[in-house]
């Protein structure tokens, strides 16, 4: 995995395994996250992990860390937020408090692309730690880390190899990947390190994330599961570019119909477009898009029952499954399975209408 995200620098890396992608976004949070810290995360995240910081660490009688939300795709947007963030909580940031810029792209369900290299940048200008949740673009078509400037490199990746690394949608398993130091030392042992944006710390090998969370918490990926992700690591290039072709064709197909909205980062009218052009292996977009039938400025929405009627019948061509990245398409309303814990607000915010459906393209 670690030479799938990092290629030559691979030496520089290491990854720990994981039991579900949750498991490992949970153990890195944990890991890094201390008692009122701050977020900064893009607006676009999968359910589970707003649930996991909204409801668990966000919890007063918990972590009691802030949750702040940029709307934007750019490295500008996020300066702007962090500078913004940063004058909100200057008591938390005096007292030792740290910022954490928590990322997902392509995200889930629009699968919008950020531009992660400016992000970490400016992140790291300033001084904070940046992860990225690359689940849906795979490392193949966002390759994160193989950028030659470090400040531009996010300082932890996950995956849910659960989506397409495994890719038969019958495992759940998942990895965190950060530089070496920060991952495991000897114990008893300290390490020197320098930060990308050249200060120099030392780390010791109980602020490590093997023997920090990893080693304690149990979460980690069993054998029979390991076995299944390698399988289908095999494989999965192959899948991510057949599907590519298909996300394309599919996303066309749609937008030409005049009664559905696609937000699509393939298409050129898209406001994510030239992100994904810029971010992505050859421009491609993640096998992932959403549409919905709720009118535009020229017509009304579709009758709820007409809608319902038309995703009821979408079995067996496309499947009604709530996982992603499998070899078949399937579909899914997020605002009633993978997003259904947000308040109607924060989907409103977050682009997911009543009738929004996700298509994982297969
Ligand atoms: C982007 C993203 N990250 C993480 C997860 C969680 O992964 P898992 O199902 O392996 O716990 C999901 C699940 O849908 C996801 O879409």
Redesign the pocket.
């Known amino acids: 995995m670690v030479d799938l995200e990092a290629g030559e620098r691979a030496n520089q890396y290491l990854a720990w395994n994981f039991n579900?992608?949750?498991?490992?976004?949970d153990g890195l949070l944990s890991h890094l996250l201390g008692y009122e810290d701050i977020v900064l995360a893009s607006r676009n995240?999968?359910g589970?992990?707003y649930q996991l910081l909204e409801d668990w660490f966000a919890k007063p009688s918990n972590l009691n860390i802030a949750v702040e939300w940029v709307d934007g795709y750019s490295g500008d947007d996020f300066a702007k937020r962090l500078d913004e963030v940063t004058e909100k909580y200057a008591d938390r940031i005096a007292n030792g408090k740290r910022i954490y810029v928590y990322l997902?792209s392509p995200?889930?369900p629009h699968g919008y692309v950020l531009d992660v290299a400016a992000i970490s940048r400016a992140s790291h200008t300033r001084g904070w730690d940046v992860i990225v949740?690359s689940?849906?673009g795979t490392p193949m078509l966002h390759p994160v880390l193989k950028r030659d400037d470090v400040m531009e490199r996010p300082d932890y990746v996950?995956h849910?190899?659960?989506?397409e690394l495994a890719g038969s949608g019958t495992t759940?398993?998942?990895v965190v990947i950060g530089r070496n130091e920060t991952m495991f030392i000897p114990k008893g042992e300290s390490v020197p390190f320098t930060k990308p944006n050249g200060d120099e710390v030392t780390i010791e090998w109980n602020n490590s994330l093997f023997w920090n969370v990893y080693y304690i918490k149990g979460a980690f990926l069993d054998a029979d599961k390991a076995f299944e992700v390698l399988n289908g690591m095999k494989t999965y290039e192959m899948r991510v570019v057949q599907k590519t072709i298909n996300t394309l064709t599919l996303a066309k197909i749609f937008d030409a119909h005049p009664d559905i909205n696609v937000s699509c980062p393939a298409l050129p009218d898209s406001d994510n477009y030239l992100h994904c052009q810029k971010n992505m292996y050859l421009g491609l977009p993640a096998a992932l898009f959403t549409i919905d039938m709720e009118g535009n400025g020229n017509r009304a929405p579709i009758n709820r029952e007409v809608f319902k009627q038309f995703f009821d019948m979408l079995e067996p061509a496309i499947g009604m499954q709530?996982?992603?990245g499998q070899t078949n398409t399937v579909a899914l309303c997020p605002a009633l399975t993978?997003h259904s814990e947000l308040s109607d607000s924060a989907l409103s915010e977050a682009g997911i209408k009543p009738t929004t459906m996700r298509l994982s393209i297969g």
């Open positions: 579900s992608g949750m498991a490992a976004i995240i999968y589970g992990s997902e995200c889930n949740d689940t849906v996950i849910s190899y659960t989506k759940t398993a998942g709530v996982s992603l993978t």
